[in-house]
Nanobody, 121 residues
Framework: QVRLVESGGGLVQAGGSLRLSCAASGSFASISAMGWYRQAPGNPREFLAMMVSGGASNYGESVKERFTISRDYAKDTVYLQMNRLQPEDTAVYFC???????????????WGQGTQVTVSS
């Protein structure tokens, strides 16, 4: 059973920073990509950042100057460093991974349970 477990959310003042972590666990062959999304109440899920296994990354327009994605391949973990946080960044943040259960098989989408980030003004 593959699981993604996030940590690092919480309450921070505007202008502050947080770092989210997401670790994949279970039995699988490989991880093709890991990334982050968020969802605020009443809004659709928003893409934030993605990093593929070769190291290339891309970002959503609203965060690309403030957020940085990184991965620890040995630990099957992805991080999201969030700087200069603003109240509009308040949302539930979700980890995503494209994971292949077995070699040669197509990957499947996995999601974490979400972690709340609240930015006070």
């Amino acid at each position: 059973q593959v699981r993604l477990v996030e940590s690092g959310g919480g309450l921070v003042q505007a202008g502050g920073s947080l770092r989210l972590s997401c670790a994949a666990s279970g039995s699988f062959a490989s991880i093709s990509a890991m990334g982050w999304y968020r969802q605020a109440p009443g809004n659709p899920r928003e893409f934030l950042a993605m990093m593929v296994s070769g190291g290339a990354s891309n970002y959503g327009e609203s965060v690309k100057e403030r957020f940085t994605i990184s991965r620890d391949y040995a630990k099957d973990t992805v991080y999201l460093q969030m700087n200069r946080l603003q109240p509009e960044d308040t949302a539930v943040y979700f980890c995503y991974a494209d994971i292949r259960a077995r070699r040669g098989r197509p990957g499947s989408d996995f999601w974490g349970q979400g972690t709340q980030v609240t930015v006070s003004s």
